[in-house]
T-cell receptor, first 116, second 111 residues
């Protein structure tokens, strides 16, 4: 069964550094998402992306964050200058269609980002 | 989006059925009811969804109350691999993939 893959599985970085988290969504999917989960807390929506532009973003997704689909297969999340509070699991997801109830999200297994 | 209420935790023995309840009394008529689960150290995984009728797939069954204010996810024979946090998520038809995860129900399965 096709799956969403994320790399790296664990990233350690120093405060203030830039990080890029990478994802390969399922090949025929058109909608892409990033979510995050701080340890012990809920899974939170960050951003959705379609047709090479952001469809929706949450209040968490400020100017320090950006997303890009640099080629036909990868989808990336960049954090420009990491803060300690950015430490979390970051999940990429994709869906075949616009989520109108009939298009479930498929999640990757996440990248654990640790900011020291 | 509709608020949900789920028990914090539930337990089951292996090979027994499990009924995971969810109250979503503020659901609107066009909201679908989705269930996801999250196994330890993994990303959320889609389980099943429905609108009004009961639904079955290879993973589970979903029973939706006639007034749609509650639903029950049914695992017919729990396995150790079913130990996870289960999330009930009402989704408006116009939502662009923004899922609101609550705390969910932590299911423990005993051998």
């Amino acid at each position: 069964e096709p799956e969403v893959t994320q790399t790296p599985s664990h990233q350690v970085t120093q405060m203030g550094q830039e990080v890029i988290l990478r994802c390969v969504p399922i090949s025929n999917h058109l909608y892409f998402y990033w979510y995050r989960q701080i340890l012990g807390q809920k899974v939170e929506f960050l951003v959705s992306f379609y047709n090479n532009e952001i469809s929706e973003k949450s209040e968490i997704f400020d100017d320090q964050f950006s997303v890009e689909r640099p080629d036909g297969s990868n989808f990336t999340l960049k954090i420009r200058s990491t803060k300690l509070e950015d430490s979390a699991m970051y999940f990429c997801a994709s869906s075949e269609n616009r989520l109108g109830g009939h298009s479930p999200l498929h999640f990757g297994n996440g990248t654990r980002l640790t900011v020291t | 989006d509709a608020k949900t209420t789920q028990p914090n935790s539930m337990e089951s023995n292996e090979e027994e059925p499990v009924h995971l309840p969810c109250n979503h009394s503020t659901i609107s008529g066009t909201d679908y009811i989705h269930w996801y689960r999250q196994l330890p150290s993994q990303g959320p995984e889609y389980v099943i969804h429905g609108l009004t009728s009961n639904v079955n797939n290879r993973m589970a069954s979903l029973a939706i109350a006639e007034d749609r204010k509650s639903s029950t996810l049914i695992l017919h024979r729990a396995t150790l691999r079913d130990a996870a946090v289960y999330y009930c998520i009402p989704i408006r038809g116009s939502t662009l993939g923004r899922l609101y995860f609550g705390r969910g129900t932590q299911l423990t399965v005993w051998p």
